[in-house]
């Protein structure tokens, strides 16, 4: 009987709307257990304002959604297997940081912040900090500075920490007054639940770190305190309050605290691995190896490669989001990039659609949800009978900005095309078409950037649920595409993480091919789709360029 039987971990995955926790069996992978928690404030709209951009999450979600999920993920086991838990790790979307007193406490958990936006954690899409992210690129692009983005594409994001968090220190004087520092949330929950009472404390990950604080070791770290006030004085002294080293996931952060331990029903045996980003652990769940490209697709993507050191050298990739040691699988270079909106754009059409059944059906209370949520699956089959490119209507997917290749949150989506004969079907089908024609973008620039690909791994939600949207994303990239077996793949990937930390596998590589779910199912191009979409592509090019002249 192998020593690992009968062991278990958890691994927890905090998304967009909810965070899920799934116990899994040590040895072979097997999916034990889970539960789904949706965030309560979140889910009643509160602390956001979309027409600003702003989209703000409450450090209590965050809190209660994990207590709930892993105590009912744990009611669903086996008597015993509790006391058998040996790591939890965490992701969680990113960048989402939040400012901390000195005691690495969240601003919004204190009683004169509990109600206030600008202290809580600044999700990954929300885009307030537009122009921080402008002043960032043109102070690393001067003539003569260094270029602290040349490793996260050569463009920095409104979409990440640095320019988030000087937007809410020039904006709320409340908040710096009394923020010590800044904590990434995948970084806060380990911290939270290992019993860290000091800000300088917090174990930083490698993942969140490279891809979104421009921290690589060359410049030893951070960017220097220097080029921080340069920037503005109100970062005067942040870089001191930061960090200076980080840790890749396959480290163990902590073990488990005694008050967190009697709040989940766990021992304090339990070793607390480094947490990192979703998309970063779920491509480890998916089965990630190199010159595979995974997808993970949801309300946004993103794509998650990694190389050998040999293969990528000293070579800077364009605009995408990131080139960092150790962030997907330690000793290999991970590679990230990935579109603002995907399902969001799915979502932002039937949001339109309800207008009139919200306002002028008369439905109410389940009767509407209900008609409102045969909406998405109905246009799909509408859609599904039509041709490529049907109507002549053709969309850019830009709802939320560009992430990659090159971001650009200024720039909008577009429809054309539009005639009286077009339908809200024709309509649908060219949104999915944009999708998938933003995602050829990507892949287009990793390929003429010298990054190999070989095949493409699709996971997430509407991988596994909709064949439509699959089948037009294989056609437009002319590549087969295989689904992840489960719709858990960044829970998962965070549970090979943890039995990694916790000491189960010497290697993550160990973990993956042990735990991993294997596939569901392959998508194979249509050679007669392929034909049409590489000439609709093209024109999806044209008018991209058309929009981003008008924005410039």
Same mark, same amino acid.
């Given at each position: 009987m192998s020593a690992m039987e009968n062991r278990y971990v958890i691994g927890l995955d905090y998304g967009t709307d909810s965070a899920r926790a799934l116990v899994v069996e040590v040895e072979t992978g097997k999916i034990v257990a889970s539960?789904?928690?949706?965030?309560?404030?979140?889910?009643?709209?509160?602390?956001?304002?979309?027409?600003?951009?702003?989209?703000?999450?409450?450090?209590?979600?965050?809190?209660?959604?994990?207590?709930?999920?892993?105590?009912?993920?744990?009611a669903q086991c086996p008597a015993g297997t509790a006391e058998k838990v040996i790591g939890m790790s965490f992701d969680t979307t990113g960048s989402t940081p939040a400012f901390v007193d000195e005691t690495g406490t969240p601003l919004a958990l204190k009683p004169e912040f509990a109600e206030n936006p600008n202290a809580m954690f600044v999700l990954w899409k929300d885009h307030t900090a537009v122009k921080e992210a402008a002043e960032i690129n043109a102070a690393c692009h001067k003539e003569g500075a260094v270029d602290y983005t040349m490793y996260?594409?050569?463009?920095?994001?409104?979409e990440w920490w640095w320019a988030k968090i000087l937007h809410v220190l020039r904006e709320?004087?409340?908040?710096?007054?009394?923020?010590?520092?800044?904590?990434?949330?995948?970084?806060? $929950?380990?911290?939270?639940?290992?019993?860290?009472?000091?800000?300088?404390?917090?174990?930083?990950?490698?993942?969140?770190?490279?891809?979104?604080? $421009?921290?690589?070791e060359s410049w030893g770290g951070l960017p220097p305190q220097e080029f921080l006030s340069e920037l503005d004085p109100l970062l005067d002294g942040y870089r001191d309050r930061l960090f200076t080293d980080t840790e890749t996931s396959d480290k163990p952060a902590d073990r488990l605290s005694q008050e967190w331990a009697d709040r989940l029903g766990l021992t304090t045996d339990v070793v607390v691995g480094v947490s990192a980003f979703d998309c970063h652990m779920g491509a480890v769940g998916a089965n990630i190896s190199e010159h595979a490209f995974v997808r993970i697709i949801g309300t946004s993507t993103c794509d998650i490669m990694v190389a050998s050191k040999e293969e990528v050298g000293d070579k800077l990739i364009k605009g995408i989001c990131g080139q960092v040691d150790g962030s997907v699988?330690?000793? $290999?270079?991970?590679?990230?990039?990935?579109?603002?909106?995907?399902?969001?754009v799915y979502a932002w059409f039937r949001r339109v659609l309800e207008w009139p059944l919200k306002n002028l059906s008369g439905l109410d209370g389940e009767a509407l949800e209900q008609a409102c949520d045969r909406i998405i699956p109905q246009l799909t089959r509408e859609a599904e009978t039509l041709e490529p490119g049907a109507g002549a209507v053709l969309a850019l997917d830009w709802m939320n900005g560009r992430r990659t290749p090159d971001a650009n949150q200024l720039l909008t989506g577009a429809i054309t095309g539009i005639t009286l004969g077009t339908s809200a079907p024709m309509i649908f089908r060219a949104l999915v078409e944009a999708t998938a024609y933003g995602s050829r973008a990507i892949v287009d620039r990793f390929r003429r950037e010298g990054v190999r690909i070989d095949s493409i791994i699709g996971i997430g939600g509407i991988a596994l649920k909709s064949p439509f949207v699959m089948q037009t994303l294989s056609d437009v990239l002319n590549m087969p595409i295989k689904v992840c077996n489960t719709d858990q793949a960044c829970a998962l990937g965070a549970a090979m993480f943890a039995a990694t930390a916790a000491g189960a596998y010497p290697t993550i590589e160990a973990a993956?091919?042990? $735990?991993?779910?294997?596939?569901?199912?392959e998508y194979q191009p249509i050679p007669a789709n392929v034909e049409v979409y590489d000439r609709l592509y093209q024109?999806?090019?044209?008018?991209?360029?058309?929009?981003?002249?008008?924005?410039?």
């Open positions: 539960s789904v928690k949706y965030y309560t404030r979140w889910k009643q709209g509160l602390y956001c304002c979309a027409a600003e951009n702003r989209w703000r999450q409450h450090p209590l979600d965050y809190i209660e959604v994990l207590e709930a999920s892993v105590k009912e993920a744990l996260e594409g050569g463009i920095y994001s409104s709320d004087a409340a908040v710096r007054e009394a923020a010590y520092s800044v904590v990434e949330h995948c970084d806060w $929950m380990p911290a939270l639940i290992t019993g860290v009472t000091s800000s300088k404390d917090i174990v930083r990950g490698r993942c969140a770190a490279g891809h979104k604080v $421009m921290w690589h699988i330690p000793g $290999m270079t991970g590679l990230e990039a990935g579109q603002s909106a995907f399902g969001d993956r091919d042990a $735990m991993n779910s294997g596939f569901a199912h024109k999806y090019e044209v008018l991209g360029r058309f929009v981003e002249d008008q924005v410039k």
